[in-house]
């Protein structure tokens, strides 16, 4: 984690309003910890995660992973500190029999060379020497085992790096524009201030215990990214009566396996509020939010309760101030951006340039990951930008260079030249490691694009989105596809065979629509039905339309038809 900081001049954030609800439990005569029932917590009758969370923080586990776990090993971790690890971004790997993931936190997807160095060392060390990049801009790394965290803790600590609050019930990683401070296009470089509040949620035990994950994002403008995904998403807007620069703040989105895009408060809010606001926000939802049901624990089930205007509200009464009223919204349109732009594209200081490359799936080596530091240092600035649809990009790179950086590149197998649909498939991690999947992803993923490339081409935008996931959850974001494909397995002739559900339509943006599931298909025709239903889009399509257009402007029945 980066920890450069602003100073606004602003004071600090209002100190969030104590939980004795959630206060730790007591000790009984005897010593031990009191159950839920014997002190009367509400939550007694609660999910198991609540148990857990309230017992013991789970930011207190990391001591036990050093002193206790990492000594006697993973069969003596309990079952309940399994859970808790989460809060440090430790998952048990897929079939559970020793085998860790761990993800790193890289807020706004911007990290320094030393950090991806020392990334790519513990993948070589430790990861079989490939990682993941999410759609949440961080790093997993596979193959791990509990004797080697405390070296990965120590190793991180050396380059300002951390895991904490990389998973659980907490503020996840903030992400934001992987073009901050370069885009030509943005009001503000969001930065530092995604730094900021990644520094006030990970430093306070506060937000240690949230009803369920809270995902927030800060652009530069308005296209900077999605949004319209997040339980806080803000963005930067220039005020037409004043020239004022600050942040619209959209609240209640996400995706998972019911979606919901978020909604607008209608205010306007000055940079060095904003974190007030988020304070604000994460307060409500942590003290209001569903918390008897995890499938209903999610803030945008409060949002969609309540509404944008009773959230407003509740802000305002917190802050003990009114908010400013937002402008109306511009009614031009705007790109559907999904936070990448690939290729070498001029950025706003004079003379330079940004080089994206995709990274097919996400799946990157430890030799690719020095090699791309090793292109930041000699050509650019000495950093590296993650992105949320899993690919990286190198900013800063001064004209004269590009041809040579783009060449280094490739011979790394790193071509920043691909085909629409390499450029726009995003992978989460399927059946090889998660315990929630159902079927091979990342494999899956890059075979079905292959197949596309030898039957079709596409030329009507930069990428077509081909998003697959391994089981309904949404980690690889099927929702805002133009192809969305979700796990599921069929039985043929007594044997389970790998099927995707076929989801079309997704996008962010102006028109902003989540996918529509149309059919069930086997995984080898899956290739075969992309083609088809791009068919009948050419054929049908009407003017400019996009094919999320084209898809929404049609039925379930109507799609049907269509496919074979």
């Given at each position: ?31 031990r910890p009191a159950t839920l029932a014997e002190v009367g917590d509400e939550r007694v009758n609660f999910s198991p995660n ?425 980690c690889g974001q099927h929702w805002l596809a133009d192809v969305g494909l979700q796990g599921c397995t069929k039985k043929i ?72």
């Amino acid at each position: 984690m980066t920890t450069e900081t602003i100073e606004t001049g602003a004071p600090a954030p209002a100190k969030p309003a104590p939980r004795s609800r959630f206060a730790k439990l007591k000790l009984t005569d005897d010593g031990r910890p009191a159950t839920l029932a014997e002190v009367g917590d509400e939550r007694v009758n609660f999910s198991p995660n609540e148990r857990i969370k309230v017992e013991r923080s789970p930011f207190t586990v990391w001591d036990d992973i050093v002193n206790i776990y990492s000594k006697q090993g993973f069969d003596s971790i309990p079952a309940d500190d399994f859970e808790r690890m989460k809060w440090y971004g430790i998952y048990q790997q897929r079939p559970k029999n020793g085998h860790l993931m761990m993800r790193f936190k890289v807020p706004g997807g911007a990290l320094n060379t030393a950090q991806v160095r020392l990334i790519a060392g513990i993948v070589k060390d430790y990861g079989h020497g490939f990682c993941d990049i999410t759609t949440r801009q961080d790093i997993q790394v596979h193959w791990l085992t509990i004797e080697q965290m405390p070296d990965i803790k120590d190793r991180l600590a050396t380059v300002g790096m951390t895991t904490r609050g990389a998973c659980g019930d907490v503020a996840r990683n903030v992400v934001s524009s992987p073009i901050a401070g370069i885009d030509p296009e943005e009001l503000m470089n969001p930065l530092p201030l995604v730094n900021k509040v990644t520094e006030h949620f990970v430093s306070t035990d506060e937000f240690a215990d949230m009803p369920r994950k809270h995902k927030m994002a800060i652009y530069g403008n308005r296209s900077g990214g999605q949004v319209e995904i997040h339980e806080i998403g803000c963005y930067a807007v220039k005020r037409k009566d004043d020239g004022s620069i600050g942040f619209r703040v959209l609240v209640g989105g996400g995706l998972s396996t019911e979606p919901f895009f978020a909604q607008d408060l209608n205010a306007f809010v000055p940079e060095e509020e904003l974190l007030d606001v988020l304070v604000a926000i994460s307060t409500i939802y942590r003290d209001h939010g569903y918390r008897k049901s995890r499938k209903h624990a999610r803030f945008k089930y409060l949002v969609a309760d309540w509404g944008a205007a009773k959230v407003r509200a509740m802000v305002e009464e917190f802050l003990g101030r009114k908010l400013r009223d937002a402008e109306p919204l511009e009614d031009d349109p705007f790109e559907p951006c999904y936070g990448d732009k690939l290729g070498i594209h001029p950025q706003k200081q004079e003379g330079y340039s940004f080089i994206g490359v995709p990274v097919p799936t996400g799946r990157i080596t430890c030799e690719q990951m020095v090699e791309a530091a090793n292109l930041a240092d000699e050509f650019g600035s000495g950093e590296v930008r993650f992105t949320v649809m899993q690919n990286f990009l190198l900013p800063n790179i001064p004209n004269e260079h590009t041809e040579t950086v783009k060449a280094r590149l490739e011979a790394i197998g790193l071509p920043i030249r691909r085909t629409a649909f390499q450029r726009g498939v995003i992978a989460c991690t399927g059946i090889q490691f998660c315990n929630l999947a159902v079927t091979e992803t990342k494999e899956r993923a890059k075979w079905i694009v292959d197949e596309l490339d030898k039957i079709l081409t596409w030329e009507e935008s930069e990428f077509f989105r081909i998003n697959v996931n391994g089981c309904p959850n949404s980690c690889g974001q099927h929702w805002l596809a133009d192809v969305g494909l979700q796990g599921c397995t069929k039985k043929i002739d007594g044997e389970l065979v790998e099927h995707f559900d076929f989801f079309v339509g997704g996008g962010v943006g102006t028109g902003a629509s989540m996918t529509r599931r149309v059919k069930r298909v086997q995984a080898v025709d899956v290739p075969a039905t992309v083609k088809t239903i791009i068919g009948a889009f050419r054929e049908q399509r009407q003017g400019n339309e996009t094919f999320g257009e084209f898809c929404n402007r049609h039925s379930v029945e109507e799609l049907q038809a269509m496919l074979p």
